[in-house]
T-cell receptor, first 112, second 113 residues
């Protein structure tokens, strides 16, 4: 079975602090993995994607993610969070069914 | 900007009425998708299309139908709306030459009373 798990429903960080959002997947082979961000009332914006090759992927807005096959994880990181990063973040995989499967999302709050 | 628009952006309707949502794209993308977003569920695929008149079901297709009579438009119809179909609906298209990467429209917020 293919699935994506985002263990943290809600995370609060202080502005300027580092951020790591967790994503675990279940899939028999190497999946295609994505992170999307959704600001309130908006659609989803693609932050970054991993298909193959270098396991550290750089994205937009200063985000990066690291693919770890041994841990079935694809965690999203940012070294210094800005207030404008407050949003909901979704991890997704594209697997054997030729469809995107989404996690349930992590809502990020940023404290001043 | 993937050139996707959705209409209407907001709609309130009553149980039992038919509702049609429209997704329009301007760049000739082959694949188009309809998702619904609900708290605690993330996004779930309703239907998708891989060409004009070519559609297939997704994970949560019951109560929904779709049509694609031309490349640029993908319509989602709730045949008889129910309160459980209150949701935010997103259309998406795939990237050129890259079926796996999808770009999303702004969404339609639907309330069924």
């Amino acid at each position: 079975a293919q699935s994506v798990t985002q263990p943290d429903i809600h995370i609060t960080v202080s502005e300027g602090a580092s951020l790591e959002l967790r994503c675990n997947y279940s899939y028999g082979a190497t999946p295609y993995l994505f992170w999307y961000v959704q600001s309130p009332g908006q659609g989803l914006q693609l932050l970054l994607k991993y298909f193959s090759g270098d396991t550290l992927v750089q994205g937009i807005k200063g985000f990066e993610a690291e693919f770890k096959r041994s841990q079935s994880s694809f965690n999203l990181r940012k070294p210094s969070v800005h207030w404008s990063d407050a949003a909901e973040y979704f991890c997704a995989l594209f697997g054997a069914t030729n469809k995107l499967i989404f996690g349930t999302g992590t809502l990020l709050a940023v404290q001043p | 900007d993937a050139g996707i628009t959705q209409s209407p952006r907001h709609k309130v309707t009553e149980t039992g009425t038919p509702v049609t949502l429209r997704c329009h794209q301007t760049e000739n993308h082959r694949y188009m998708y309809w998702y619904r977003q609900d708290p605690g569920h993330g996004l779930r695929l309703i239907h998708y299309s891989y060409g004009v008149k070519d559609t297939d079901k997704g994970e949560v297709s019951d109560g929904y139908s779709v049509s694609r009579s031309k490349t640029e438009d993908f319509l989602l119809t709730l045949e008889s709306a129910t309160s459980s179909q209150t949701s935010v609906y997103f259309c998406a298209i795939n990237d050129f030459g890259d079926q796996e990467t999808q770009y999303f429209g702004p969404g339609t917020r639907l309330l069924v009373l």
